[in-house]
């Protein structure tokens, strides 16, 4: 075929333009199939278009209205409010406080507490909505508080920590009786703490002494760190005292706590009793107030005179050194005296008074004249007798010496002061 000239090709392309704007003669260029399938095709590219620009300045259109779907049918993030107590790093917390764990929105589904030597138990309340430790921590510790809080479609985790009560500041203390041990009816309480006590009030309450018959007793603090206590009258014989210090968790004072409790049950014998009078230098032994001996004594000369008022015995040894030395005392000082091993000795006081058997250069002047540097010396079988009977505990009164009573804390002296003015540390007696 021909190729057409050039004039047949415009006058084809002029037909085909005036088909298209003429409706009667025109035949359409495209069939109704083909353009429906543009018509898809157009709305396709669209599509992809709106998915792949960003809608988020754009003006809103059905890309828009689908994506603000999808965020609203998202799960809420579950995010309780949890307080945890003690709070986060903190230091010195006492042992005994609780640690609690508590939240408004959820439960409680568990905790735990880590750190210490043993396992911290503790309890969720009924609401779920607080957990509480129970029992006392360690001092000295740092713990980890682990969490969990859940609403029943999510859970919250978290963690916290805090230390207790550093070494520095744990207190401690003392009692002078044995658990379990018997005493003689005058035995005075003492107790010694590591470290001052200026909340004394507060320990004071914290002291329970139960038992021997004889109604409640009083405190009396000699120092920061020595508190006694006595009842009225002497305890009764052949009875039982507990001693319940309840310390642990205590604020002593200046941030000293106190680092556990203390319970000590002790029993009195028969009622022992000496009474030592310089003027017939003799002493009287009594036994449930009955008098069962009496021997002759001698006592300190006098520049060594023997204190005078009621002691309780504080110690005993069948056989005890003595020694000038510890008295100041210097050889070739006109009260030296060789250093020698008495036998049946009982301290009397903390400064050096005893009752014991007189050394053998002294039995002529047993029951004549005092020669002793203060002690009570007895003749063999009287100081085997007082040994074998008397006990720890025992009260000895000595009159008529012309000297002063000890200071009470020098021994126990606690006897010697009236009952209304045991608690009065400025209340000075004869010493």
């Not at 682990?146 to 963690?159: E, H, I, L, P, T």
């Not at 005075?188 to 409640?216: D, H, L, Q, Y």
């Not at 204190?307 to 006109?334: C, H, N």
């Amino acid at each position: 075929m021909a190729e057409p000239t050039s004039n047949h090709r415009e006058h084809r392309a002029q037909g085909r333009i005036g088909s298209l704007s003429d409706p009667d003669n025109a035949r359409p260029l495209l069939s109704r199939r083909k353009a429906v399938a543009g018509g898809a095709l157009g709305l396709f590219s669209a599509a992809i278009l709106s998915a792949c620009s960003n809608n988020s300045g754009g003006s809103p259109g059905a890309s828009g209205s689908s994506s603000s779907g999808a965020s609203s049918a998202a799960a809420p993030v579950f995010e309780p409010e949890v307080t945890v107590v003690p709070a986060a790093d903190a230091q010195e917390i006492n042992p005994v406080a609780p640690v609690t764990v508590s939240t408004k929105q959820g439960k409680i589904e568990k905790v735990t507490v880590d750190g210490g030597k043993e396992p911290v138990q503790g309890k969720v309340s009924p609401d779920g909505l607080t957990w509480t430790s129970e029992g006392p921590l360690d001092f000295d510790t740092q713990y980890t508080v682990n969490y969990s809080v859940s609403n029943g479609k999510a859970s919250k985790d978290g963690q916290s920590g805090f230390t207790t009560v550093v070494a520095a500041n744990e207190a401690d203390a003392k009692i002078n009786v044995a658990d379990g041990k018997t005493y003689g009816t005058g035995q005075i309480i003492e107790i010694n703490f590591s470290e001052p006590v200026t909340n004394r009030a507060e320990i004071e309450k914290a002291i329970t002494v139960t038992g021997g018959g004889m109604g409640p007793g009083r405190f009396r603090w000699y120092k920061d760190t020595m508190v006694r206590y006595r009842p009225e009258d002497l305890w009764a014989p052949n009875s039982e005292i507990t001693i319940n210090a309840d310390l642990l968790g205590k604020d002593l004072g200046g941030g000293q706590i106190g680092n556990q409790n203390y319970q000590v049950t002790f029993k009195t014998g028969d009622k022992h009793y000496a009474y030592v009078d310089n003027n017939t230098k003799t002493m009287t032994m009594y036994v449930n107030d009955k008098k069962v001996r009496e021997a002759l004594v001698t006592l300190g000369d006098p520049e060594w005179p023997s204190v005078t008022g009621k002691l309780v015995i504080m110690e005993q040894a069948k056989k005890y050194k003595f020694d000038a030395s510890t008295l100041g005392i210097k050889k070739g000082d006109p009260h030296w005296y060789e250093t020698f091993e008495a036998t049946n000795t009982n301290r009397l006081t903390s400064s050096g008074a005893f009752v014991h058997q007189a050394e053998p250069s002294a039995y002529a002047y047993v029951g004549v004249a005092n020669i002793s540097h203060g002690c009570i010396g007895l003749l063999p079988d009287d100081a085997e007798f007082f040994f074998d009977t008397f006990m720890v505990g025992d009260v000895v009164q000595t009159e008529n010496t012309g000297y002063g009573q000890a200071d009470p804390d020098n021994g126990y002296g606690d006897w010697n002061i009236p009952w209304e003015h045991y608690t009065d540390t400025s209340w000075k007696g004869n010493w």
